[in-house]
């Protein structure tokens, strides 16, 4: 058998990420499975409404057509797109940005890819400058359960280092995850000095949680104390595509990088990631591009640019996405109490994004296992393990959760919770 590099191995088939998409292509081809696996978004037809207008438009211009795939962008991506973005952010927000800070990827997961490992892994160039640095670094997730994605994303060792939240269980059948500052390498006075950078997404897949206004205000002050750059993956958050179920604020300083994209809004094939940051973090990042890709494809920048400049993009969160969501999230709730009516399990308060984390404290075999005897009866989910990079130390807590999408059609969701429950039930007797 040809034998891979090591480079191959670690970006290689075992990976949860590969697994999940791998799942998710055949069951999205199949349509014979329930789908509560990956994170496809849900059809909504206002947005399949906008965007057929908006080819059409393309479609009948000679100059957008070509614009749409006939040049390369430069490896920072459209200029015109970066214009119009920094424009709608700074009008909104007041956030002081031009296009120089502003960087297009294939996919917000590419940028994961380049800016863990430019912030990440191995400092040896031995320069005057760097005497000081450390041999490695790592990102801190402050707070796991955290995106699947990024565990398998470092080219070298162990890029992550990660803290178990503090559980909030405040109502019967609910908690809350929260940041346990008490337990992170960094503080006021201390920082540990193999730290990167922070990152976390928000809202958080898998949990469905969003980090508060405060907790996010005391990461981005030790973040700035200690210079070092905050990521925040907006991928379900703000300024869009908004499916967040809880009132907070954006954020965003030239100590952060916030992580966009195209995706969640309906659009995940046009793979459009958006990154803001300063322009050092925005020019290296464009460099990678470059090698690793020549330029980000142009097609999503060249539907969503018109969306910039009425201030639609950031519209359709309240008005469309949010709505949306709110509905399936309240029927897989629903579906959840009528099912579940007898067992012990606990949802994660399902604050943002679209997804249910379930919590079984009594669970009696692996997370993996029930996901492959839920995957013989039909219905998709992702177990919870995969979730948990950077622990130093195993955590059952991770063998006891499951998460659910309910992007997909109402009536298979509530199929499918009806499914687990009777799974659940099964193997309690
Ligand atoms: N970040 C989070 C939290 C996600 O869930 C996803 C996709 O599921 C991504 C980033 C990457 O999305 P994309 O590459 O489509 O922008």
Same mark, same amino acid.
């Given at each position: ?15 949860? =990420? ?26 909504? $037809? ?25 040049? /390369? ?5 459209? =200029? ?67 995106? =699947? ?5 470092? %080219? ?20 809350? /995850? ?10 006021? *006075?201390?920082?540990?000095?193999? !730290? ?13 949680? %969003? ?34 179920? *809880? ?29 803001? +940051? ?10 990678? *591009? ?8 142009? +097609?999503?920048?060249?539907? +969503? ?28 709730? +629903? ?11 606990? !949802? ?30 039909? %219905?998709?989910? %992702?177990?919870?393990? /995969?979730?948990? $990079? ?5 955590? *059952? ?8 999408? /309910? ?9 499918? =919770? ?12």
């Amino acid at each position: 058998a040809r034998v891979f590099s090591s480079f191959s191995r670690r970006l290689g088939s075992g990976s949860g =990420i590969n697994r999940l998409m791998t799942d998710l292509g055949s069951a999205m081809a199949s349509g014979d499975l329930i789908m509560m696996g990956g994170g496809n978004p849900g059809m909504i $037809p206002q947005i399949t409404a906008a965007v057929q207008k908006r080819l059409l438009e393309i479609a009948s211009s000679d100059e957008a057509s070509v614009r749409f795939a006939g040049i /390369y962008d430069g490896p920072h991506g459209s =200029i015109s797109f970066r214009r119009e973005m920094a424009a709608v952010l700074k009008r909104r927000y007041d956030w002081p940005l031009s296009e120089r800070n502003i960087a297009l990827t294939n996919g917000s997961q590419s940028a994961f890819f380049a800016l863990f490992n430019m912030l990440a892994g191995g400092f040896d160039a031995l320069s005057p400058e760097s005497e000081n640095e450390t041999a490695a670094r790592k990102i801190l997730l402050p707070m796991t359960p955290e995106y =699947i994605g990024y565990a398998d994303v470092g %080219v070298g060792d162990d890029m992550f280092v990660s803290v178990r939240p503090l559980i909030d269980q405040h109502a019967p059948h609910r908690f809350k /995850y929260r940041i346990d500052f008490d337990s992170l390498p960094i503080n006021d *006075t201390w920082c540990d000095p193999a !730290i990167g950078a922070i990152c976390l997404s928000r809202p958080t897949n898998p949990s469905g949680n %969003v980090v508060t206004d405060e907790e996010l205000a005391r990461l981005d002050a030790l973040a700035r104390r200690h210079d070092i750059p905050l990521i925040i993956d907006g991928a379900y958050g703000l300024p869009f595509p908004g499916q967040l179920y *809880t009132p907070v604020e954006p954020h965003w300083n030239d100590n952060t990088i916030l992580c966009l994209s195209l995706s969640k809004l309906g659009l995940p094939a046009l793979r459009t990631g958006i990154v803001i +940051a300063d322009e050092a973090v925005i020019d290296a990042l464009a460099s990678v *591009t470059a090698v690793t890709g020549l330029a980000p494809g142009s +097609a999503g920048a060249a539907i +969503a640019e018109p969306w910039l400049a009425d201030d639609s993009l950031l519209d359709f969160g309240a008005e469309i996405i949010e709505p949306f969501y709110r509905s399936k999230r309240d029927l897989a709730l +629903a579906a959840f109490k009528q099912s579940f009516e007898g067992l012990n399990y606990m !949802i994660h308060d399902p604050e943002g994004a679209m997804f249910l984390w379930l919590w079984l404290p009594e669970l009696s075999v692996s997370a993996h296992e029930l996901y492959e005897r839920l995957k013989i009866k039909g %219905v998709l989910v %992702v177990p919870g393990h /995969y979730f948990f $990079p950077g622990l130093a130390e195993p955590w *059952t807590h991770a063998e006891q959760c499951l998460r659910l999408t /309910y992007s997909q059609d109402d009536e298979a969701t509530a199929r499918g =919770i009806a499914i687990i429950a009777e799974e659940v039930r099964s193997l309690r007797s």
